[in-house]
């Protein structure tokens, strides 16, 4: 099993959509491990986003980010970055599939929603990032029998 971070950006705060993404992902069966909400300090943001340092969108994503508090969390299951990366839907909300949060709730990649870690290892980079150790908590979801076979 694995974990990934996602984050409800300021718009889906704002836009009341916090309740919603998280019961996507409860339902689906991923238990959730890690739960804040944050103001995230230009410092933060700008590790966060390294990779996209000197695009010209980064400067207004830095700006988006940073307008208002975010929803962080960590989310543990069979796949869950890559599923997770699919209920997220396209990063430009015209490609998204209805029945994606984006595909559901947006409609320009500068206003998107959500975030979503692509890979194992920014995963584990973002998670080390936003969250401390012990604000990650080691439970068993007890339904599990009923999720995994
Ligand atoms: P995240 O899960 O947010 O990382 O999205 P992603 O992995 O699908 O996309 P990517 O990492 O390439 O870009 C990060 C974020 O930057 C996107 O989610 C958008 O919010 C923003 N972004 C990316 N490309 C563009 C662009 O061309 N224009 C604008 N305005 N924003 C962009
Ligand atoms: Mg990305």
Redesign the pocket.
């Known amino acids: 099993s694995e974990r990934t971070f996602i984050m409800v950006k300021p718009d889906g705060v704002q836009r009341g959509i916090v309740g919603d993404i998280l019961r996507r992902f409860e339902q689906r069966g991923y238990k959730l491990v890690g739960l804040k909400l944050l103001q995230a300090p230009r410092a933060l943001l700008e590790s966060h986003y390294e990779e ?1 340092k000197g695009k010209k ?1 980064y400067e ?2 830095l700006s988006y980010i940073g307008s208002g508090p975010v929803v962080a969390m960590v989310w543990e299951g069979l796949n869950v970055i890559s599923v997770g990366r699919k209920m ?1 839907g396209a ?1 430009d909300p015209a490609k998204s599939e209805p029945g994606t949060i984006r595909g559901d709730y947006a409609i320009v ?2 206003r ?1 929603i959500v ?2 870690s ?1 890979s194992e290892k920014a995963a584990q980079r973002e998670i080390d990032l936003w969250f401390r150790a012990e604000e990650l908590a080691n439970w068993s979801l007890t339904v599990n029998p009923w999720i995994y076979e």
Request: proline share 8%; no cysteine.
């Open positions: 996209h969108f207004p994503l997220l990063t990649t500068g998107n975030h979503g692509d």
